[in-house]
């Protein structure tokens, strides 16, 4: 079931990277930004995670969270995250469950058998709980439009 403009955002629990579990209705409140990533340190996920970071200040003066997940376990997620000094939560998705329920699992990655990642995606849920913006690459190597988010925010 692909996930359009105007449906409700599927729910998740995901463990942060302190092994605490996280849900959707926590960020709740603002815009959220998932940012859905292919792996951790992998060099195209760190350019656009490290831009999330960088307008940081920008999207909390509009009450925006920005949420990532990726499906690397937890630990991954902390070293990526502590290297990069990333300001919003990384969260491991390491059954796919959510990747699933979002419609963005990217099968045999690298063309290596069962390798399941996130394509790269970004969705922005509104306050109302519906996705109110979808950007899904079939390329791992393709960032997203950030100047498009931003003014999606706006």
């Known amino acids: 079931m692909s996930l359009n403009v105007g449906d409700n955002a599927p729910d998740f629990e995901l463990a942060d990277t302190e092994l605490k ?12 930004v998932l ?7 992998s060099p195209v996920c760190e350019v656009e995670l490290c831009t ?12 925006v969270q920005v949420v990532a997940i990726s ?21 491991a998705d ?6 699933r329920d979002y419609d963005v699992l990217m099968p045999d990655l690298l063309h ?11 969705f922005i849920i509104n306050e109302d709980g519906k996705i ?11 960032e997203p439009n950030y100047d ?7």
Request: aromatic share 14%; hydrophobic share 35%; net charge positive.
């Open 112 to 122: 290596i058998k069962d390798y399941n990642a996130a394509k790269r995606s970004v």
């Open 71 to 91: 499906n690397d376990g937890p630990f991954a997620n902390k070293a990526f995250a502590e290297k990069h000094n990333f300001n919003f939560p990384l969260l």
């Open 94 to 99: 390491y059954t796919s469950k959510t990747i």
């Open 35 to 41: 940012s859905f990533i292919v792996a951790a340190g």
């Open 21 to 32: 579990m996280r849900t959707l209705d926590e960020f709740k409140g603002g815009k959220i």
């Open 132 to 142: 109110g913006y979808k950007w899904v690459s079939e390329d791992p190597l393709k």
């Open 148 to 154: 498009e988010i931003k003014n999606f925010l706006k």
């Open 52 to 63: 999330f970071r960088d307008s940081y200040e920008e999207m909390n003066k509009l009450g």
